[in-house]
Structures are given as C-alpha cells and as structure tokens.
C-alpha cells in the first residue's frame, strides 16, 4: 500500500471532524481553574484574592481579554460585588512549571524515503525551542523523550531556557529496526510523578505538553490503556492539579489520538489535532503557539466592596459572558476563604454605635419587660441552615477537630485527603499524611483506601487498607474525625 493510501482514511476522519467543527455554532466558553490565591486577603492594605482561569473557546483556544466581559463572583449562591482586574499569566508576571515531553520513536524519527512526509522529529525540536523562547527567567522547565527503549530525561527542573533548548539537541530516536511499540503512556505517567516529586519547589501552576501520534504498545489492550489513563489523572490531581496538553499529530490513522484527547479533558488541559500541518515549518509554529497561548491565559484579582470572608470553607463559582458564548466554574468542593479580622478603626465604629444605642435600649426595657417575659416562656424555633444542593454524590462531615462542622462534598469519581495542597480534600491536621487516603466512586459505591499514611485510616474504629463505606460510617483521619453520608 502505498503512503497516500494508508494516509486516506485518516486524513477523510480529520476533514469529518473538522467540518463539523466548523458547521457547529460556538455555545459556550470552557472555564477551568487552577487554584485559589488568598495569600493577600487578610492584609490590611490589600484585602483581595485571585483566581487562575483558563478561558477557552470551542477548539481550545484562549478568548482574547476583551472578549471577556460582565464576570460575576458568587459565593454560596450569592453574588458578591466587588472590583476585579483581569491580567494574561504574562502581565501578572506570573510562573509556571512547564513538563515537556517529546516523541523520538520510529515514525518520528525517521524521514520517510520517497516521500513529501516531514521530518517530524526535527520539526518537534525546532519547535520545542521557540516554545522555549517565549517563556520567561521565572518559568521552570523539565525536558524528557520517550521512544521504543523507554524514556529518558535530558534536562532537570530549572528556570533556564537556553539551557534547555540546547539540551534537545541530545534527543536520540530508538533503534530503527526495532518492532517494539512506544511506551507513551508510561512516559506521561513517568512525567507527571516528577511533577508530583517537585511540587513543593515549583510554581502552583503546572502542565505537561506533549506532541504524539498516540501509539503506544499496550493500545490493542483497552481495559489496560483505561486504567493507565485513570491512574495517570489521579497521579495529576495529586501533583496540584497538573495538566496535560497535548498536540496529535499523525501521519497515520487518527483512532489512537482518541486516547490522548480524553487524558487531556480529564486532567483539565488543552487536546488540539494538528495532523492536517503538512511542513515541518507548519509543525514548530504550533508549538511556538501553543506556549504564547499558555502565557496569555488569565489571573483574576477580585476585591469584594462588602464580603468578608467566612470561618468554614465555602462553595463558589464565577460566571461570565465571552465572544465565545457564556461561561461558567463551579467549586467541586468547598475552599477556605478566611474571614477577616476587624481594622481597629472599625471596632472603635462599632462600640461607639452600641455605646450610644444603650441609652434608648434602657429607655424602652419597661415598656418591652411585659412582653419579654411572656415571650420567655414560648418556644424557640431555630431556623435550620440550608442544605448544599449541588450534583454531589456523598459527602464528609467533621464532627471532631479544628475542622469539626465542615463539609467536603464528593463529586468527583476520585477524591483524595491529605495534608497539602494538590489534594481534593486538604486537612491540615496532627496525624494527616501529605497524602493520606482517597475516595473512589464506582456504579454508587464509595471505596476508602489507605494511600500508606504514617498513622492509618480507621473506620468504625477499625484500622483498615481498603474498605467500602455505608452510610453513617464513622472515619478517622489523624486527629479529624468525620461521618460519612450519601446523598
């Protein structure tokens, strides 16, 4: 068969798709989040928090900022206003942890004799390094490659780009007469656990980039490729949230590149299909592109005129209008928005106001003293709190600990607890490991798992490894005690 034809049915899937991308109206923005900046809240001279968003149109790409209009902050249902400046990644001189990783297996490696095809895997370095070049001396970057051997890192976690770039020069493709698949989903694993590994010295926002065709040896086995995609999405929430974006490219059929765009969705990141790129020149441009859109997503410094934050974790969410249709992010769990001290003048207000109203209060206790002790006497009726009503499917409720009367609400398929940032359920406990225990839904049934915390998990007073939860079970989780309930 010759390269046209083997090329045929996968270029006629691409040009499908893309009709109907093009056909289809744009109805909604995507607004994903990477975290929640509260470090300047409780100063005085300060007193806002900030919210890092990716606003993405349809095929994933950033919606300029002055298509970004009318962006509303509720919390627990209700709008809090407030002024808000909206920044690119780039404007707020913000960082980010940027994994690279890239193909060097047979099909791009080699140039294909007798045939217009481009050398991919030139194509990739030319394009990782302007990749390179428009990041900035606070950026920190980590360079891998995977082919038919395995995977191998060429550069460390560092903030220096040239450095970098000239390290892609040391890629080597794998042996050419090799029949042995690539391992890519083992190199993405590999990847994101250094990210994990590295957390705690790198910045807050964190992605991995890869350009594949999507082969990789185990793709005929579908159970397994599922499950390593699903422990490679929980390895990235563990690792704060890490995302995967990835770019396909193939000079063959598109099926595996399936795979890749449901990693890409699940962990938050960006799947875009550049297979129709024909040159070399076309491919490094993606790339190059692809890094000036990361700088360009955005940094919301919001500063509530009458919020003042609240002693137990809270439900948010921000809705907006964008030239790409209305978008909207809804908390899955509930985040600390601490609640703020008084100012000093403020309390001296406040006992002025009492002091002076004391004075008519004395006045009036004969005239209400009749009423008073009548009224003493009659019940209390206490109007009960309202209920969270979000698509929840169980949750945790603490009844012991500095935590006692929060709740963590279980929406995803997957809930980890720990003691740090990056977990689904953070408690900053005597006795929480860093990452302590997980939660996994499956068809309704809540599975506990011990993660090999220093102190254990305890269930009804019984030390377990594994064990699935009914309702009202009692959990112990270091010094945090917590009652499990379904919905």
């Given amino acids: 068969m010759s390269l046209s034809a083997a090329l045929r049915p996968g270029r006629l899937f691409l040009a499908l798709v893309l009709l109907i991308g093009l056909s289809a109206p744009a109805l909604a923005a995507k607004v994903s989040f990477d975290y929640f900046d509260d470090s300047d809240w409780l100063k005085e001279d300060k007193g806002f928090v900030r919210f890092f968003v990716d606003v993405l149109d349809d ?42 990783l890239v193909a060097a ?42 082919n038919e051997e395995g995977i191998k890192k060429v550069q460390s976690w560092g903030q220096n780009q ?34 994990n590994e590295n957390s705690s010295s790198l910045p807050r926002r964190r992605l991995v980039v890869v350009m594949s065709d999507g082969k990789d ?17 929980e390895t990235a929430v563990t690792a704060g949230n890490a995302k995967v974006y990835v770019l396909g490219y193939t000079l063959d059929t598109p099926d595996p590149l399936v795979h890749l765009n449901t990693l890409a969705q699940k962990t938050g990141g960006i799947y875009r299909n550049i297979s129709e790129v024909e040159t070399e020149d076309g491919i490094a441009t993606e790339l190059e592109k ?89 019940p209390v009726y206490v109007e009960e709190e309202e209920e969270f009503v979000g698509p929840y499917k169980g ?52 599975e506990l798992a011990d993660f090999g915390s220093t102190n254990g998990t305890f269930v009804n007073g019984n030390k377990i490894t594994k064990q699935f939860l009914r309702d009202q079970d009692k959990l112990r989780i270091g010094e945090c005690e917590l009652k499990f309930s379904l919905k």
């Fill in 59 to 100: 095929n994933y790409l950033v919606v300029p900022k002055d298509g970004i209009q009318d962006v509303k902050v509720f919390v627990e249902d209700n709008e809090v206003a407030g002024d808000l400046k909206i920044e690119t990644v780039k404007e707020a001189n913000e960082p980010v942890a940027i994994a690279l």
């Fill in 217 to 233: 040896r185990y793709l005929e086995n579908s159970s397994l490729l599922e499950k390593r995609i699903t422990d490679i999405v």
């Fill in 395 to 446: 949750k945790l409720t603490c009844t012991g600990g500095q935590y006692a009367g929060a709740e963590f609400f279980l929406t995803e398929d997957v809930t980890t607890i720990g003691a740090i940032a990056g977990n689904t359920i953070v408690i900053q406990e005597a006795g929480v490991s860093k990452r302590h225990a997980g939660i996994k839904i499956e068809d309704m049934r809540f």
């Fill in 290 to 378: 692809l890094s000036r859109e990361i700088k360009n997503q955005y940094v919301m410094t919001f500063k509530p005129k009458e919020y003042g934050g609240s002693d137990k974790p809270v439900n948010f969410r921000l809705e907006m209008m964008t030239t790409a249709g209305p978008g909207k992010y809804i908390s899955a769990n509930p985040i600390k928005w601490p609640a703020r001290p008084f100012d000093p003048m403020g309390i001296i207000i406040i006992v002025a106001v009492v002091l002076g109203s004391l004075l008519g209060i004395f006045l009036l206790i004969k005239l209400f003293k009749a009423m008073a002790a009548r009224r003493a006497n009659r």
């Fill in 105 to 146: 297996h047979q099909s791009y490696a080699y140039k294909i004799e007798g045939t217009a095809s481009p050398d991919i895997l030139d194509a990739s370095k030319r394009g990782y390094k302007a990749f390179l070049n428009n990041l900035s001396d606070q950026d920190w970057t980590t360079v891998w490659y995977y």
């Fill in 162 to 195: 040239g450095a970098a770039a000239d390290q892609l020069e040391r890629i080597k493709p794998g042996d050419k007469d090799s029949t042995q698949p690539p391992g890519l989903y083992n190199a993405i694993k590999k990847v994101v656990e250094d990210v």
